[in-house]
T-cell receptor, first 111, second 115 residues
Framework: DAKTTQPPSMDCAEGRAANLPCNHSTISGNEYVYWYRQIHSQGPQYIIHGLKNNETNEMASLIITEDRKSSTLILPHATLRDTAVYYCIGLYGGATNKLIFGTGTLLAVQP | GAVVSQHPSRVICKSGTSVKIECRSLDFQATTMFWYRQFPKQSLMLMATSNEGSKATYEQGVEKDKFLINHASLTLSTLTVTSAHPEDSSFYIC???????????FGPGTRLTVL
């Protein structure tokens, strides 16, 4: 699975968009980009995933660059409850395979 | 959505005792489950893959005789920390993928404190 690099922390004002970057320059062609988040002292929660195309769901949008070497998770209107550690993970073969978590980005949403 | 539960949510035990943690998929069957541990202010570290009806697969550096995993049914995997010591104090989390859905579902975690 590709090594991913994320900034250790970011701040965002409540109500504004939060843009979380992830570098995955060694990602291979059939490797998905998955995003999970972990609110303090809870189990992680799936957010979104993608392969090549940009994706959007009720939680977030995922923008993947054309060369697939980086991606950005966008929370369109961050709330205080979005304060969490966000993990970007490269994954072969889909959700049945093991997830290897990096250090993630601690997003602090400020009132 | 799919739910994964863990029991207990919190346990305190004396050094040298064994502790069993249960992970259940409540509304789906899971032939595979994963066990993680997480130390304070650190990321999740994958310990092992639990396979229904067969032996678990442990990650490098994880002692299989210390962390016993049993996946006896399609909805239950257990992790037993044998002869626990203070350094085993950690947050243990399980997850299970659900067929046909591209995500893994995580349990709420079990906080183990060994005195």
């Amino acid at each position: 699975d590709a090594k991913t690099t994320q900034p250790p922390s970011m701040d965002c004002a409540e109500g504004r968009a939060a843009n979380l970057p992830c570098n995955h320059s060694t990602i291979s062609g059939n490797e998905y980009v998955y995003w999970y988040r972990q609110i303090h002292s809870q189990g992680p929660q799936y957010i979104i995933h993608g392969l090549k195309n940009n994706e959007t769901n009720e939680m977030a949008s995922l923008i993947i660059t054309e060369d697939r070497k980086s991606s950005t998770l966008i929370l369109p209107h961050a709330t205080l409850r979005d304060t969490a550690v966000y993990y970007c993970i490269g994954l072969y073969g889909g959700a049945t395979n093991k997830l290897i978590f990096g250090t993630g980005t601690l997003l602090a949403v400020q009132p | 959505g799919a739910v994964v539960s863990q029991h207990p949510s919190r346990v305190i035990c004396k050094s040298g005792t064994s502790v069993k943690i249960e992970c259940r998929s409540l509304d789906f069957q899971a032939t595979t489950m994963f066990w993680y541990r997480q130390f304070p202010k650190q990321s999740l570290m994958l310990m092992a893959t639990s396979n229904e009806g067969s032996k678990a697969t442990y990650e490098q550096g994880v002692e299989k005789d210390k962390f016993l995993i049993n996946h006896a049914s399609l909805t239950l995997s257990t992790l037993t920390v044998t002869s626990a010591h203070p350094e085993d104090s950690s947050f243990y989390i399980c997850s299970a993928p659900r067929g046909g859905i591209n995500e893994q579902f995580f349990g709420p975690g079990t906080r183990l404190t060994v005195l």
